[in-house]
């Protein structure tokens, strides 16, 4: 029964800023990592951010030093600050949470509803 809640999605001009959230129905401790990936019309999910239980940080090519990731361990949630936001990031974006769920490491992502993020000129 995990839920994954985005928030903060809107519509902004090229340029712009926009801070999403992800709210989880327990502690981000229990995930190995939690992330942002998007979705376009007509386009695969693609990685926007993710970052694991140890603090570690990963990002989409297409997103690198104009977007961050962070968590609030006490709130159970994970940001997305999104700057210098261009028309291409227009999508939706899902957050996932990653848990292992054996001794030999595999694992299982859940996802969220998803948030609109739309960026005009």
């Known amino acids: 029964q995990v839920q994954l809640v985005e928030s903060g999605g809107g519509e902004v001009q090229a340029g712009g800023s926009l801070r999403l959230s992800c709210a989880a129905s327990?502690?981000?401790?229990?995930?190995?990592?939690m992330g942002w990936y998007r979705q376009a019309p007509g386009k695969q999910r693609e990685l926007v951010a993710t970052?694991?239980?140890?603090?570690?940080?990963n990002y989409g090519d297409s997103v690198k030093g104009r977007f961050t990731v962070s968590r609030d361990n006490a709130k159970n949630t994970v940001y997305l600050q999104m700057n210098r936001l261009k028309p291409e990031d227009t999508a939706v974006y899902y957050c996932?949470?990653?848990?292992?769920?054996?001794?030999?490491?595999?694992?299982?992502?859940?996802w969220g509803q998803g948030t609109q993020v739309t960026v005009s000129s």
């Open positions: 996932s949470g990653v848990v292992v769920v054996n001794v030999e490491g595999a694992t299982r992502t859940h």
């Open positions: 327990r502690s981000i401790n229990n995930f190995a990592s």
């Open positions: 970052i694991s239980s140890g603090g570690s940080t």
